[in-house]
């Protein structure tokens, strides 16, 4: 089965700019988290989705921003980049029980210039 | 690839010893608990899990135990290896809640 896959791996943008990042998640999965992780926050949860419906969100401004399509894959959006934004952008899929596990992607890189 | 974390706790074990990687965890609502391995350049790896109504788990060469009283979790690798280096983390998750609270990370360097 294939995993939790994330693109684009890298991506390079400057201040001001906006940028989507994609997720598709493991093939029954219906449960889509995405998370940021920077040297000095660690991972920092961002917003969970369930059935194209945002169910959990985190502490970040309203920049940041995701949706759900029918078919479980996510994005998520960053609108007017600012140069705290450079981090990996993590996506994780699960099976919608309480006692499951996440699955991680390998993320998309951001730096912002 | 960049670290995934620069001033992260680091344990250093020689390989063919145990490692123990240990979490305090803030939540005592918290009744799913999860360890991951994160290596350079990739996203969280799941180890192994386990619920509160459990004190301890085994998978191969690794052992999870749950001490709810003072709220620590931590992470036993037996005959630890070269491919165990990395970053280790814990996450938690709350009954009520489909959101998972992580670790700062531990990191493990086994040396030869």
């Known amino acids: 089965k294939a995993g939790v896959t994330q693109t684009p791996r890298y991506l390079i943008k400057t201040r001001g700019q906006q940028v989507t990042l994609s997720c598709s998640p493991i093939s029954g999965h219906r449960s889509v988290s995405w998370y940021q992780q920077t040297p000095g926050q660690g991972l920092q949860f961002l917003f969970e989705?369930?059935?194209?419906?945002?169910?959990n969100k985190g502490n970040f401004p309203g920049r940041f921003s995701g949706r759900q399509f029918s078919n479980s894959r996510s994005e998520m959006n960053v609108s007017t980049l600012e140069l705290g934004d450079s981090a990996l952008y993590l996506c994780?899929?699960?099976?919608?029980?309480?006692?499951?596990?996440?699955?991680f992607g390998d993320g998309t890189r951001l730096s912002i210039l | 690839g960049e670290s995934v974390g620069l001033h992260l706790p680091t344990l250093s074990v020689q390989e063919g010893d145990n490692s123990i990687i240990n979490c305090a965890y803030s939540n005592s609502a918290s009744d799913y608990f999860i360890w991951y391995k994160q290596e350079s350049g990739k996203g969280p790896q799941f180890i192994i899990d386990?619920?509160?109504?459990?004190d301890k788990r085994q998978g191969q060469r690794v052992t999870v135990l749950l001490n709810k009283t003072v709220k620590h979790l931590s992470l036993q690798i037996a005959a630890t290896q070269p491919g165990d280096s990395a970053v280790y983390f814990c996450a938690e998750k709350g009954s009520e809640t489909y959101k998972y609270i992580f670790g700062t990370g531990t990191r493990l360097k086994v040396l030869a």
């Open positions: 994780a899929s699960s099976i919608d029980s309480r006692y499951q596990p996440q699955h």
């Open positions: 989705y369930f059935s194209e419906t945002q169910r």
């Open positions: 386990i619920r509160s109504n459990m």
